[in-house]
């Protein structure tokens, strides 16, 4: 049984760092790319950042390049979402995503506000 668990969302303040985790089980994570995406009511999913399996690529959004930081430990079958200088528009709900079956996790909210 595939599962994707989110998990460190939490409300910052701008300028603020987070980090989210997804904790994988029930396929063969580390050949599969994963990736962050996020959604606001209303809007349509959208990718934040994608890596993929060995070797490791990485691409990101345009509003998160330079700020978030995409990593994977393949021994703990957890990818990470590394969250700095944060800004009210990052609020949103964090999915993570396996590419391999293209299973979703349940998400984890993130909101940025003062």
């Known amino acids: 049984q595939v599962q994707l668990v989110e998990s460190g969302g939490g409300l910052v303040q701008p300028g603020g760092s987070l980090t989210l985790s997804c904790a994988a089980s029930?396929?063969?994570?580390?050949?599969?790319?994963m990736g962050w995406y996020r959604q606001t009511p209303g809007e349509e999913r959208d990718m934040v950042a994608i890596?993929?399996?060995?070797?490791?690529?990485?691409t990101y959004g345009d509003s998160v390049r330079g700020r978030f930081t995409i990593s994977r430990d393949n021994a703990k079958l957890t990818v990470y979402l590394q969250m700095n200088n944060l800004k009210p528009e990052d609020t949103a709900v964090y999915y993570c995503?396996?590419?391999?079956?293209?299973?979703w996790g349940q998400g984890t909210q993130v909101t940025v506000s003062s």
């Open positions: 995503r396996s590419f391999i079956g293209n299973y």
């Open positions: 029930g396929f063969t994570f580390r050949t599969s790319a």
């Open positions: 890596i993929t399996g060995t070797p490791e690529f990485t």
